[in-house]
């Protein structure tokens, strides 16, 4: 079995980005799970308590999590054209120390997807983390791009993807990146 860590870039309870990412792991096809995991308890990246305490628990464990798994699934929002601050600051605090870097993302297949109310899809976003990704020697998948406009027509009040169109690109792009990291 394959395994794929998602994040998803939002803490809010109602994230669409978190509703696209439990979408993916629905649709992920057989011989591949998606295990979604929460940047909650991830502080705000500090370099006086980094010296102080070292690396937090929380992101420890999540460094251990995305190292041993085949790939990584970005859910990500756009804030202002680009990278939303808490998923970041996330991905930054995984990076420490410089010496763990290889091993947690070192060749990482990485896939992107990303939901907005607006129109642009989180296409700056999406592009925006290409230069993080390649900072940190990840894998980025250039195969199936989805980029979810309108997202309060394409979810239900209670999150799920309802749009057709969207879940078939969706499970496509899953059967691609699963593929990609041999699941
Ligand atoms: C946004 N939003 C937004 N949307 C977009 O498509 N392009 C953008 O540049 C921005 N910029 C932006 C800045 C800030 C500070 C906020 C708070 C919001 C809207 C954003 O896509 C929307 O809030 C999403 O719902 C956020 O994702 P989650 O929380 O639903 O996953």
């Known amino acids: 079995m394959a395994t794929i860590i998602g994040i998803a870039g939002s803490l809010r309870r109602g994230s669409y980005n978190a509703a696209l990412l439990r979408a993916a792991a629905e649709l992920a096809p057989p011989g591949t799970a998606v295990e979604i995991a929460s940047l909650a308890g991830i502080p705000l990246y500090d370099g006086d308590a980094e010296s102080e305490h070292g690396i937090p628990p929380a992101v420890t464990e999540l460094k251990d999590r995305i190292a041993s798994a085949g790939g990584l699934l970005l859910a990500t929002p756009e804030y202002n054209s680009s990278i939303p601050g808490v998923l970041k600051n996330a991905i ?47 894998r980025a998948w250039s195969g199936r791009q989805l980029y979810v406009a309108g997202a309060g027509k394409v979810f239900d009040p209670d999150g799920r993807l309802v749009d057709e169109k969207v879940r078939a690109l969706l499970s496509e792009l899953m059967a691609g990146f699963a593929k990609f990291i041999g699941g």
Not at 94 to 121: C, H, N, Q, W, Y
């Open 92 to 138: 930054d605090w995984l990076s420490r120390p410089p010496k763990d870097v290889f091993g947690v993302f070192g060749e990482k297949p990485v896939a992107l997807i990303g939901a907005t109310p607006g129109m642009g899809g989180t296409r700056l976003a999406q592009a925006a983390w290409l230069p993080v990704l390649r900072t940190l020697g990840a």
